[in-house]
């Protein structure tokens, strides 16, 4: 039989293409990586050769210093490697994020990465790409996820920072994107007074707004003479870990927010100490994710890592072949 | 609206906070107009009678618009059944306008059995994901919010500006929508509570120790002993008789025993025990007794209840209620001559003529399910709620152990990313065994100085919850101990806190859990 199509290999360091020498997301150094999107646990330092699209190069540079890699390629048009032809395509997910659209001869392959088809300010929209195998997430593969309109989201943290006056809300979000995203979410509702962000966030949001990203008036979170009473009142972005660490110690009786497509699920807002579930997600629910499917109406679809049970059942109830390829070192949404 | 209602769901469950509760419920009772509101405290207070919607209902209706195996999946990963339903239930497209609660209660309460199921689903159809996760949480009961029916009652009296104690009077008169308590709490008259047997607001005592008493005088006072049960009222009028909680909950329905024993007209005050002749047993055996529907011939016999009266209210058409402690003791005791004193006995009262003789009878009382002294003012009258200076009680001091801190969560509030949330453990030969939590006791710098250790001894993480390593003790103190089949060491502390950190102790030191369960009190064979 013919080499109908490119060929894709599960492996513990990631997913194989042998015609090309390549892995996609690899979790642990190879000699030649693609890399859809910056988060850390797609994005890894130490390879050999790394081709991404500019933003995220520039990210990743920005996490590991400059020399995270021993070569770094940005993914500008077509490029053929190997006899196949390899393109990036954007993925709505976060700054810099792509599909990857791999051709051969006689068909093609687009490994999605994480991306949502949620209008998502912060950087460019989803593109459908048509293929032959779509290998996708499932990170949200569950009917219970149908993720609401995010601004109705924003419009219940603006309403309990304006019933709280002499609370700080702290709202968990993660570093690249989600910050970003729920900045922009807050400035689209009008919320124009001076966002506090943990030291953590401030380099990508500078980044982003390099990348002509406004997000308005951010300040850092430091308390500069002790008092906590300047947070009154106030929104303040850290990543989620900070709720764990002393820094939360200094802010007036927060109200503790969380910006995740995962607060949908109350267990899951409780087990964090959650008080304000904010559910945003950068990632397709469960209804687009089988939009996209029935859309695309690929050959096979592939299920990289996620809740791969549930839309396996689905591809099976629609007739369609699909297999998990159950890659590991993905986490549900990086911190 | 069942939209409103959401929403004050929504508020509740993510609050851990009493205060901001009762904020958030007496917003609602301000925003919502009748009935709604009074629907939706009826459902909070447990008060609400609907058809009963079973969960093998709702599976069965989902089953009709799900897939089983992705509902199952789904199901798992959720793990409660009305918020599952609620968030994969497949809506026909559009929310209808927002539906009044009292609407959905009146469907579910006249629906015929086999109607009930095609009712529902066309109301979850055209329902929002939290909408239908309210009505399915209303329509099966067991709102699991947080919230008890005494909280949601003083959220009424917070809206209204009304007094609590009020209100639990006439509560047993009233009934959903209960229009004429939100008439009330808006201004207008208090409802004439036409119920018989109705319960009256117990007066309350205020703690005190040596030092305060030297200021009194003792030829003032009449002490008793209080007994570890649970204060009870006894009301008899009219044929009708009920047993109420101090908060005003109708126990009635789980001491049939006492109830038969309430041949009389009149209103007791009291302490609710098991007893056995003079025998009285631990707290934890009138546990067993608690919360029932219904209680069988067995449990009657082996856990017999007995009432020990320490008031007397109203007897016989009389309000004795303004009269003197000392006058209505009297009354009490030639009203208990006449009862059925297997059932219902007298609180004995104290010799003392000094306080030391108080405080020697206090430092060794004779049985182990005594919690301390009480000591009231002759003169004061039956008084409603705490009132400084009437009643006081002096209790037992606490018991102690030294225990080993094991594990930390982090608190909220104002506690937010502070470790205040301990569980403790004690030796069992090299092991320690955790035997309870606590979450206050301690000053604020011992906060920091516990949530510091916490951050620098954590040795293994459980999602929220670090393992600390086991070197710092503490001493736990704690007003009395149960045996719980529940709890891994087989026993349950009673308002457990962190009386002291004791740096000067290493874990080794700390005690064994035989000498915890040495002080359990005894059981009779």
Redesign the interface.
């Known amino acids: 039989m013919l080499t109908p199509l490119p060929t894709l290999i599960p492996r513990p360091e990631g997913l194989y293409c042998p015609q090309g020498n390549f892995f996609i997301d690899p979790v642990r150094p190879v000699p030649r990586a693609l890399v859809t999107h910056a988060h850390a646990d797609h994005a890894r330092a130490g390879h050999g050769a790394v081709m991404a699209t500019r933003q995220t190069l520039e990210i990743m540079a920005l996490h590991y210093g400059p020399d995270f890699a021993g070569a770094q390629q940005v993914a500008d048009g077509q490029v053929t490697i190997g006899g196949l032809d390899v393109s990036f395509h954007p993925a709505g997910h976060v700054l810099g994020s792509a599909q990857i659209c791999i051709a051969g001869p006689s068909g093609r392959v687009v490994v999605t990465g994480d991306y949502t088809r949620s209008p998502n300010p912060a950087c460019a929209p989803w593109e459908p790409v048509a293929c032959d195998i779509l290998v996708t997430e499932a990170t949200f593969a569950?009917?219970?996820?149908?993720h609401p309109d995010p601004q109705a989201e924003i419009a219940r943290l603006l309403a309990s920072v304006a019933a709280f006056p002499e609370r700080a809300h702290?709202v968990g979000a993660y570093a690249l994107g989600k910050a970003q995203r729920v900045i922009m979410l807050l400035r689209e509702a009008g919320y124009d007074a001076p966002i506090y962000i943990h030291g953590a966030l401030a380099k990508l949001c500078d980044y982003h707004i390099a990348q002509g990203v406004p997000l308005g008036d951010l300040r850092p979170a430091t308390v500069a003479r002790g008092r906590k009473g300047d947070f009154a009142g106030a929104v303040v972005l850290a990543p989620p870990s900070a709720?764990?660490?002393?820094?939360?110690?200094r802010?007036p009786?927060?109200v503790?927010a969380f910006a995740s497509g995962w607060m949908?699920?109350?267990?899951r807002?409780?087990?964090?100490?959650?008080?304000?579930?904010l559910v945003i997600s950068d990632h397709v629910d469960w209804g687009q994710l089988t939009q996209t499917i029935s859309e695309l109406d690929p050959a096979e679809t592939w299920i990289t890592h996620g809740?791969e049970?549930?839309l396996l059942?689905?591809c099976a109830?629609e007739g369609r072949a699909a297999r998990p390829l159950r890659l590991v070192g993905y986490e549900d949404e990086p911190e | 609206m069942i939209g409103g209602f959401a929403d004050l769901l929504e508020r509740l469950?993510?609050?851990?906070r009493r205060g901001l509760k009762l904020a958030h419920l007496a917003g609602y009772f301000r925003a919502t107009p009748d009935p709604d509101r009074g629907f939706a405290l009826a459902a909070l207070t447990g008060d609400l009678d609907l058809r009963a919607v079973t969960p093998s209902l709702l599976r069965g209706l989902v089953a009709g618009r799900?897939?089983a195996?992705?509902?199952a999946?789904?199901y798992d990963?959720?793990?409660?059944l009305a918020?599952?339903i609620a968030?994969?239930w497949p809506g026909i497209g559009g929310v209808d306008d927002d539906v009044a609660l009292s609407d959905l209660v009146a469907q579910l309460q006249g629906a015929g059995k086999a109607e009930l199921p095609g009712l529902i689903a066309a109301r979850l159809d055209r329902m929002s994901?939290s909408q239908r996760y309210a009505y399915l949480k209303l329509a099966t009961g067991g709102l699991r919010v947080g919230v008890s029916a005494r909280l949601a009652r003083q959220a009424v009296a917070d809206f209204g500006a009304l007094d609590l104690a009020e209100i639990e009077e006439i509560w047993h008169g009233l009934a959903p929508p209960y229009l004429n308590l939100f008439a009330w709490a808006t201004g207008g008259q208090k409802p004439v509570s036409a119920a018989r047997a109705p319960f009256r607001p117990v007066m309350l005592s205020t703690p005190t120790d040596a030092e305060a008493l030297a200021a009194l005088d003792p030829a003032d006072f009449i002490a008793e002993w209080k007994w570890d049960g649970i204060r009870v009222q006894a009301v008899s009028d009219g044929g009708t008789r009920r047993l109420y909680s101090r908060t005003g909950d109708d126990i009635s329905a789980a001491f049939p025993d006492i109830l038969e024993a309430m041949a009389f007209d009149g209103v007791l005050d009291g302490e609710l025990l098991v007893r056995r002749g003079a025998q009285v047993a631990p707290f934890g055996e009138l546990q067993t007794r608690l919360g029932r529907k219904k209680v069988g011939a067995k449990l009657l016999h082996s856990h017999p209840a007995g009432l020990r009266a320490y008031d007397l209210l109203l007897w016989e058409g009389r309000d004795w209620r303004s009269a003197p402690f000392a006058q209505r003791r009297t009354a009490l005791e030639q009203a208990v001559a006449g009862l059925d004193a297997a059932r219902i006995d007298l609180s004995p009262l104290l010799p003392f003529t000094d306080w030391d003789t108080l405080a020697a009878l206090r430092a060794a009382p004779p049985e182990t399910v005594i919690e301390g002294l009480m000591i009231k003012h002759r003169a004061s009258p039956y008084l409603a709620g705490r009132i400084r200076g009437h009643w006081f009680k002096w209790k037992r001091d606490p018991m102690r152990v030294d225990a080993v801190l094991l594990y930390a969560q982090?608190g909220?509030?104002?506690r937010?990313?502070?470790y205040s949330d301990f569980t403790f453990g004690l030796w069992d030969g090299d092991a320690l065994v955790p035997v309870g939590k606590a979450y206050f006791g301690f000053t604020d710098a011992e906060l920091k100085a516990l949530?510091r250790f916490v951050?620098d001894n954590t040795v293994e993480r459980f999602?929220?919850v670090r393992a600390v390593r086991p070197e710092k003790v503490v001493e736990v103190a704690f007003e009395g101990l149960n045996r719980s089949p529940r709890h891994k060491s087989g026993v349950a502390m009673r308002f457990p806190r962190i009386a002291r950190i004791r740096d000067d102790k290493p874990a080794s030191e700390a005690d064994r859990l035989a000498t915890l369960l040495e002080m359990l009190p005894e059981v009779e064979g």
């Open positions: 569950l009917p219970v996820f149908r702290l709720f764990a660490a002393t820094w939360a110690q802010f009786d927060p503790i949908m699920v109350r267990a807002a409780r087990q964090r100490g959650v008080e304000l579930p809740r049970d549930a059942r689905w109830l | 469950a993510f609050t851990p799900v897939d195996e992705l509902f999946l789904s990963f959720v793990g409660d918020e599952t968030l994969i994901p982090r909220h509030g104002k937010s990313g502070y949530d951050r999602g929220p």
